[in-house]
Nanobody, 120 residues
Framework: QVQLVESGGGLVQAGGSLRLSCAASGSIFSINAMGWYRQAPGKQRELVATITSGGSTNYADSVKGRFTISRDNAKNTVYLQMNSLKPEDTAVYYC??????????????WGQGTQVTVSS
């Protein structure tokens, strides 16, 4: 089995920064795409950013120029650096990783979620 453990959320004032981390552990052969999603109260979960195994990135328009996704393949970890935070960034942030197991099959795993609250 594979587990994703997130860390780095918290309360920050508008204009501040936070860095989220999500580390995978368990039966891992390799990891394909990694990503961050968020869900605000009363809203659907939405994509924030993704990064492929080759390092190509994709961002939601609402976070372009403010957030940066990166990965450390040796640590099976994906990061989300969030700068210039706004109150509308307040949400529970979830990481997602496409993990390939020892038999070559990929499964998607989700982290437990971490709360990010931006005060005005």
């Amino acid at each position: 089995q594979v587990q994703l453990v997130e860390s780095g959320g918290g309360l920050v004032q508008a204009g501040g920064s936070l860095r989220l981390s999500c580390a995978a552990s368990g039966s891992i052969f390799s990891i394909n795409a990694m990503g961050w999603y968020r869900q605000a109260p009363g809203k659907q979960r939405e994509l924030v950013a993704t990064i492929t195994s080759g390092g190509s990135t994709n961002y939601a328009d609402s976070v372009k120029g403010r957030f940066t996704i990166s990965r450390d393949n040796a640590k099976n970890t994906v990061y989300l650096q969030m700068n210039s935070l706004k109150p509308e960034d307040t949400a529970v942030y979830y990481c997602n990783q496409g993990v390939v197991g020892p038999f070559g099959y990929e499964h998607n795993y989700w982290g437990q979620g971490t709360q990010v609250t931006v005060s005005s």
